[in-house]
T-cell receptor, first 111, second 114 residues
Framework: EPEVTQTPSHQVTQMGQEVILRCVPISNHLYFYWYRQILGQKVEFLVSFYNNEISEKSEIFDDQFSVERPDGSNFTLKIRSTKLEDSAMYFC?????????FGPGTRLTVT | GNSVTQMEGPVTLSEEAFLTINCTYTATGYPSLFWYVQYPGEGLQLLLKATKADDKGSNKGFEATYRKETTSFHLEKGSVQVSDSAVYFCALSRNNNAGNMLTFGGGTRLMVKP
């Protein structure tokens, strides 16, 4: 069964550094998403992406964040200058219709 | 804006007990409703869904009915197993069109003891 994959599973970085989180969506899906979950809190929507552009983004997704689909298979989330409060589990999801399929997540720890 | 509220956990049950996890929502229009499950060390998996009022979603013995009059989508299972131990998330999207964001509840941890 096709699945969404994410790398790395755990990323530790220092405050102020740039990080790139990578996702490989299900191959025939057209809609891509990033969500995050700070420990003990809700899963929160960050951004959705369709037809090579952002279709919707939340207040969390400020200028420090960007997304890219650099080739036909990868979907990346970049945080330019990480803050302590960016520490969270980041989930990628993809969809062919309205059902979203999630990856296992990348745990980002900012020290 | 849209929001989802679900009962706080953890919920601890013995095997074969009846499970209810409450979920209520606030939304305009006709949202679609979902339950996702997260097993330890894994991502979120879609458990069941309902796209209109009075629809019943079901999967793996779990059921939830879309109740517009009470704005609820409570998750139920008649007889839980140890393998059902996980975190359960209620979620909604604005409608059943593709591309909409999901709004999640806070998650409810279920622990089933043998």
């Amino acid at each position: 069964e096709p699945e969404v994959t994410q790398t790395p599973s755990h990323q530790v970085t220092q405050m102020g550094q740039e990080v790139i989180l990578r996702c490989v969506p299900i191959s025939n899906h057209l809609y891509f998403y990033w969500y995050r979950q700070i420990l003990g809190q809700k899963v929160e929507f960050l951004v959705s992406f369709y037809n090579n552009e952002i279709s919707e983004k939340s207040e969390i997704f400020d200028d420090q964040f960007s997304v890219e689909r650099p080739d036909g298979s990868n979907f990346t989330l970049k945080i330019r200058s990480t803050k302590l409060e960016d520490s969270a589990m980041y989930f990628c999801a993809s969809a062919g219709g309205y059902e979203q399929y999630f990856g296992p997540g990348t745990r980002l720890t900012v020290t | 804006g849209n929001s989802v509220t679900q009962m706080e956990g953890p919920v601890t049950l013995s095997e074969e007990a009846f499970l209810t996890i409450n979920c209520t929502y606030t939304a305009t229009g006709y949202p679609s409703l979902f339950w996702y499950v997260q097993y330890p060390g894994e991502g979120l998996q879609l458990l069941l869904k309902a796209t209109k009022a009075d629809d019943k979603g079901s999967n793996k013995g779990f059921e939830a009915t879309y109740r517009k009059e009470t704005t609820s989508f409570h998750l139920e299972k008649g007889s839980v197993q140890v393998s059902d131990s996980a975190v359960y998330f209620c979620a909604l999207s604005r409608n059943n069109n593709a591309g909409n964001m999901l709004t999640f509840g806070g998650g409810t941890r279920l622990m089933v003891k043998p």
